[in-house]
């Protein structure tokens, strides 16, 4: 489910200033990973993989946003 919300539909490209998204959901996720592990600032997570602080805090707060839509309530859900 994550990986759905965070992919657009198929045939839809997601636009930015610049052009075109350069990385995958997977790197998306690694960057999120990274930031909440390692508390790494967004200068580190620019150089990292190649985006603008601007970017990484887009990608940082969109993948947060779905974690919290889809991880959040399986944790919290009760033991039956």
């Known amino acids: 489910q994550l990986r759905k ?27 999120f990973l990274v930031r909440m592990r390692r508390r790494m600032p967004f200068e580190g997570l620019r150089i990292m993989f190649g985006v603008s602080i601007g970017t990484a ?12 839509k889809h991880v959040v309530p399986r944790l919290l859900r009760p033991l039956s």
Do not use: C, Q
């Open 5 to 31: 919300d965070l992919e657009p539909p198929p045939g839809v490209r997601r636009s930015s200033n610049s052009g075109f998204r350069k990385t995958n959901v997977k790197d998306r996720i690694l960057l």
């Open 57 to 68: 805090h887009a990608y940082y707060r969109e993948v947060l946003e779905s974690f919290h």
